[in-house]
């Protein structure tokens, strides 16, 4: 910078210097205007601090002569002479806006930098990847995906996906907010597998992305084959479990935990600590929240899973049978008592988990001996001298705020303690949203296939609004509703019309914080009319298939896509 003082000692800047320099020089020496010369160190202009930031600003080309920006060849107005009403920049300030210069160009250049490695990680998949936004609108296509439609990413994007992509369901999936999974799409004659993910923000489809996993349905077939033959062996237990509920596709584990919330995923992550260690584990959370699944997650994927998880509603349980019920009887024991006595719940779940739901309704006495036997891993059966160890994972659950509980003396502080040693919270639904298309599509998948029927799908319209429901019966209410809808639309699309009336005008059910039992009579109320209306159509289809197969009952159960032995306890159930 030297060479940029003139004979007076003054700074000036020579009109073949780049923009580059000239910055630098304005942020070196915090000056606002620096004359500018030229090759015989004649004075022919002056260059002010808002010329220069307006042409960083504008083009930013370091390289870039003075001379250049002073022709005007890249400016269209008036260069390095300040008009005569602008703003005077002061020192102060010259450092502050090459301040912000300098930290927007840095933040240009990051999100450059993201946006080129989205683009390489798209690139670098195997899989065909397409984004659209709300409106089905090609924003990305990936390498992978223009090389098997043989076309060019620049003559996609911008286009309607259905223009591009054959059969594409896409623009049905931004509809209806629910995600497709391994669905067989059709692309120039050959089946695909694709999976179709829509994008929710705020409440709303804004996007969806497709993504096509294999280059063709034998392939997914033969992978099958292979994972089959490896996990033959491994999969005797579930295999046995499946035969028990051969109608029903089993899940396990944290794959049984549905929902795509920043709160599940916080969740799933606590389940998988829970799981390493034996420790107690408190879940809390409004009544059908979920509580039940999780506590068989934290099971499933625990040491204690080749044991039973035997569950106990504390609540459901006469107080007089409670003692009886967890800790077992010996022969003789009561009035009553069974010959030969009976195991306690403590007893089944040796060597597994023992899931304590509704702890807060468990009267204190109990309390007291549950405690005793969580501290001396011991149970005695009433009537009993013989102690037995036992090794059993506890899981409480509770819908009540036990700390309260406890300061008013209706729940034992010890207990409490011991108990509280992992505690996972599930938030009621209308607090994750975007759990909601999820659970839906989920729950409608598997309630379809257990009815032998064709899945069915939601209108945007009726997304909409079991989106702005409130759920007060969370996730059991959603279940309820999904299976009354399976059994009251004929068509395959739901439409907001075919909506129960109480979620199209909520105002007729308790707002939020009415009494909770004023809340649960409501959903009492409203299940046992679905229970009553699924029912019924359960009946009539199987009544239909038993004529349609005149009589020959392995072969409804077949039409009917249930086990035979399901066929009979129905049967049985309905008076057939
Ligand atoms: N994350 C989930 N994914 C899928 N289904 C779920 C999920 N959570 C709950 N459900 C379903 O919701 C219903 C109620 O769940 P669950 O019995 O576990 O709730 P809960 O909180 O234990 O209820 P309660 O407090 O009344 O005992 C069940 O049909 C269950 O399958």
């Not at 609004?465 to 395959?492: A, C, F, H, K, T």
Request: hydrophobic share 40%; aromatic share 6%; net charge neutral.
């Amino acid at each position: 910078m030297s060479g940029n003082v003139d004979e007076r000692g003054e700074m000036v800047l020579r009109a073949d210097q780049t923009l580059n320099e000239a910055l630098q020089l304005f942020i070196r020496f915090e000056v606002n205007e620096v004359p500018i010369i030229d090759h015989q160190r004649r004075e022919i202009g002056r260059l002010t601090c808002r010329t220069l930031l307006k042409a960083v600003a504008d083009k930013w080309d370091g390289r870039t002569t003075i001379e250049s920006l002073w022709n005007g060849e890249k400016e269209t107005e008036q260069v390095g002479r300040e008009p005569a009403d602008a703003p005077k920049v002061s020192r102060a300030s010259v450092s502050e806006l090459t301040a912000m210069v300098e930290r927007l160009k840095r933040e240009l250049q990051e999100t450059q930098s993201i946006v080129e490695t989205m683009k390489t990680v798209l690139d670098s998949a195997y899989e065909g990847i397409v984004v659209v936004d709300a409106h089905g609108i090609i924003q990305e296509i990936n390498k992978a995906y223009c090389q098997f439609l043989g076309i060019r990413r620049e003559d996609a994007v911008g286009k309607h996906v259905t223009e591009v992509i054959e059969n594409t369901r896409l623009h049905i999936c931004l509809e209806s907010g629910i995600p497709e999974r391994g669905f067989i799409q059709k692309i120039y004659g050959q089946p695909m597998v694709v999976h179709r993910i829509p994008i929710w923000r705020d409440g709303k489809v804004i996007g969806a992305i497709g993504v096509l996993i294999f280059q063709g349905v034998s392939e997914v077939y033969q992978i099958f084959k292979r994972l089959q033959d490896l996990s033959r062996e491994a999969s005797r237990k579930e295999e046995k479990e499946e035969r028990a509920a051969p109608s029903r596709k089993q899940i396990f584990g944290l794959n049984s935990i549905i929902g795509r919330s920043p709160v599940i995923a916080e969740i799933k992550q606590m389940v998988r600590r829970a799981a390493r260690v034996p420790s107690t584990v408190l879940i809390t959370g409004e009544s059908g929240t979920g509580k039940e699944v999780l506590a068989k997650a934290i099971h499933q994927s625990s040491p204690y899973a080749d044991g039973n998880f035997i569950s106990v509603n504390c609540a459901a349980i006469p107080e007089s049978l409670l003692e009886a019920e967890l800790f077992g009887y010996e022969e003789g024991a009561f009035t009553g008592a069974k010959k030969g006595g009976k195991p306690g719940k403590f007893q089944l779940a040796h060597k597994g988990t023992l899931f304590l739901d509704e702890i807060g309704d468990m009267p204190l006495y109990m309390q007291a001996k549950i405690l005793r036997a969580l501290e001396e891993k011991k149970v005695e059966r009433v009537g009993g001298v013989e102690e037995m160890e036992l090794d059993v994972r506890i899981i409480a659950a509770t819908n009540k705020n036990l700390e309260e509980m406890v300061r008013k003396g209706q729940f034992r502080e010890d207990l409490f303690y011991r108990l509280n040693i992992i505690r996972i919270h599930i938030p009621a639904l209308r607090e994750r949203k975007m759990d909601i298309p999820y659970l839906l599509a989920y729950h409608m998948e598997r309630i379809c296939e257990q009815f032998g029927l064709k899945q069915k799908e939601f209108t945007k319209e009726a997304m909409q609004v079991l989106m702005d429901y409130s759920w007060p019966g969370n996730i059991r209410e959603l279940v309820n509703v999904v299976e009354w809808l399976v059994g009251m639309v004929d068509g395959q699309k739901i439409q907001k019309e075919h909506l129960p009336a109480h979620i199209l005008s909520p105002q007729r059910l308790a707002k939020h914080g009415d009494k909770e039992g004023e809340k649960r009579k409501i959903v009492v109320q409203t299940d046992t009319n679905w229970r009553e209306i699924v029912d019924a159509y359960e009946r009539e289809r199987i009544k239909q298939a038993l004529i349609e197969e005149r009589g020959n009952k392995a072969a409804a159960a077949r039409k009917l896509g249930m086990h035979r032995s399901t066929l009979y306890e129905k049967l049985k159930k309905y008076n057939l």
